[in-house]
Every structure is written in structure tokens, then in C-alpha cells.
DNA sequence: TCTTACTAGTTGAACGTTCAATTTGTCTTG
DNA sequence: CAAGACAAATTGAACGTTCAACTAGTAAGA
């Protein structure tokens, strides 16, 4: 067991900084998107993922990493989305335990129609708040965080059909 | 209706990785939590909040304040780790509306016995892979996207129990 | 003082996520 | 071509959050 390095008061200071903005911005995002469009950031994600794949559609785990989603949290919102008409599910000729899930015209829609409010509310949320030189930091502190855990989150994607 | 401002490339691929880095850090954060002290981010937040309150006691609102937590959200939370026995509730003489929570010897050992595994996450995911100059840019950006969200969160705190 | 408006906090139902198990199908190796 | 290992996807239960009442107490004005 080894020494805790804990914060130095600024880290400790940015730290909430960040926690404070981080839940703040989702928040914001999740409350505008269900407000306007009736569905919650991570359902908007997945029909994102849809609408840019080929012929609209994705098998189930290539939309779960697309959407940065488990296995079953993605079978159960495709459930509920398959409910809404919004995808529908298909089986997979090549992989008979496999299923492809497609962007319907009503989801083709419903997306459509959620965009514009959607990117309003990012733009006014983060970029009319940050200088275009600040815009580039974010872009590379997201990307050097998000390279340091893409290990950990594979890793722990592969543990789940394991136990 | 105005004209949308679609988002450049550049802003694109920036959203993107800050969604990336955000999502992942949140959820390795929690995996790490609920692993190491079988407990939320939130409910941390709520014990650190409250661990730092003089006498280590709040009024329910001064700790939703603290935690940026919903009322109702808290008043949930303060439910289960009463049971647990990390909190205890006091009435209050001063508004018989109200009432205190207090951090419980045995909350006050969780949260000692929780802090050095997370803050060994907190800085190998994050202030590990950063340098001393993007840790001071990102205090200064999170510190602007919060500063634009504080008022509109308050409204929304506001309309809590108007509605 | 009575009445109306407001504030503190809680509650139950509905929703979405996680966790662990389960089903079904494929791949590999002997 | 069987046997076990592995992979795709789903399921139900438990958990935590949101939403919309609701209870009870305080404050303010006539």
C-alpha cells in the first residue's frame, strides 16, 4: 500500500471547478433535450449513431460502441425506442444470435426535428462561453482523458459476457 | 426562429471527445467508487459536503445547496444512508419545517476510509494525464461554463416548489 | 386574526441504468 | 462431429433519479 498523494489546493479547486461544470452542462443538456424533444441524451445518441451508419442501421453491439453504451443498457432503451416506432429490429442473416437495429422514417424525424434546439443549447452552453483559443485546449485535454480511459472502458466492456 | 449555427468541424470533433472524456471519467469514476466503498458518486458528494459543515451538520437545503442535488433527489439519498447509519436527522427547533443532517461516527469513518482509493483515481485519470499548464487552462474553462450555468441552474432550483 | 402566499421537506410512481443470470448461436479443438 | 469455450443479445430485479403531488409550518397583509 503506497503514500496518498492527495490534491494540492488548486488541483482540489479545479477539481470542483470541473465537477461543478461537467454536471451542471449534462444536466442543463439532459433537462433541454427532454424538454423539447421528449427523450433523454443518451436515446439521442443512439439515433445520432444511426442516422450517420449505412443504410441507417447498426447491429447491437456496434451501436453499444458507437453510443458508448453496455449491452443491456442499449436493449433496453432500443426496447423502449422500438416501443415509440422511432428503430426496429431486424434479424441478422450472417450471425443467427445477432440482430441489426435500424433508424425508422419516424426516427429519421424525430431526430431531425431535435437537432436544431439540441446544437442551440450546446453552442450557448459551451462555445459562446469559451474563447476560440480555449475551444482548442478543451479538444485536446478531452482527447488526452479520453485516450487514457479508452483502455479501461474496452477492459471492462470485455468483462461483461465474462462472468 | 432563428437561423440554426450548426456546429464547424472543428467544434464537432471537439463536442465529441468532450462528450467521450466526460461520460468515460464519470463512469470509471463511479465503477471505482461503488468497487472500493459500494457507494455513488453522489452520495460522496453529499458525505464530503457534509464532513466539512460545521459540527458536520446541515439543513436539508444548505446540503442540496452543497451537493448540487434536487431536494427531492437528497431527501431520497439521506432515506438510504440514514439506513445505512452514515447520517443521522435532527429536528429543528428554530423552523419546525425543517431538520438537520448530521454525519454519524460511522459515516464520518466511510467517507475517511473511501477518500484515498478515489482520489487515486481522480488523479491517475485525470490530473496524471495532463500537463501543469492544461490543469490550470481547464480550472479557467470549467470555471467559465459553470459561471454562465449558475443562473440558469438557480431558476430551475427556484421553480422546484413553484410548480 | 384570518387568509393567502410562500418555503422546507417528503413521498410514490415512472423512468432509465446496472448487475447478474439466461438464452441462443458460433467457434475451436480433440 | 461432439464438447466445451466463447460471443450476441436479452431479461428481471435492484437501484438511484426525476417528476408531480402533497404535508406542514412560516410570513405578510388586510
Known amino acids: 500500500m503506497s503514500e496518498v498523494r492527495w490534491l494540492s489546493d488548486q488541483e482540489q479547486a479545479v477539481w470542483r471547478s470541473y465537477l461543478a461544470a461537467t454536471t451542471m452542462l449534462r444536466e442543463h443538456i439532459e433537462r433541454r433535450l427532454q424538454r423539447d424533444a421528449q427523450m433523454p441524451q443518451t436515446y439521442y445518441e443512439v439515433l445520432v449513431a ?5 443504410d441507417m442501421k ?7 460502441d458507437a453510443s458508448r ?3 443491456s443498457k442499449l436493449s433496453h432503451a432500443v426496447n423502449r425506442m422500438e416501443r415509440s416506432g422511432w428503430i426496429s429490429r431486424d434479424d ?3 450471425d443467427r444470435r ?5 433508424l425508422t422514417e419516424k426516427g429519421f424525424a424525430v431526430i431531425h426535428a ?13 462555445f459562446d462561453v469559451l ?6 485546449q478543451l479538444g485536446e485535454i478531452s482527447a488526452a482523458i479520453a485516450g487514457n480511459l479508452a483502455g479501461e472502458c474496452a477492459k471492462v466492456r470485455e468483462e461483461e459476457g465474462t462472468l
Chains 1, 2 share one sequence.
Not at 447498426?58 to 453499444?64: D, N, Q, T, W
Not at 445477432?98 to 435500424?102: D, K, T
Not at 474563447?131 to 482548442?136: G, K, N, Y
Open 50 to 54: 444511426l442516422s450517420e451508419a449505412p
Open 58 to 64: 447498426l447491429r447491437m453491439s456496434e451501436l453499444a
Open 69 to 71: 453504451s453496455s449491452r
Open 92 to 94: 441478422c442473416d450472417v
Open 98 to 102: 445477432g440482430s441489426w437495429a435500424r
Open 114 to 126: 431535435a437537432a436544431p434546439d439540441h446544437v442551440a443549447t450546446v453552442r450557448e452552453a459551451l
Open 131 to 136: 474563447t476560440p483559443e480555449q475551444v482548442r
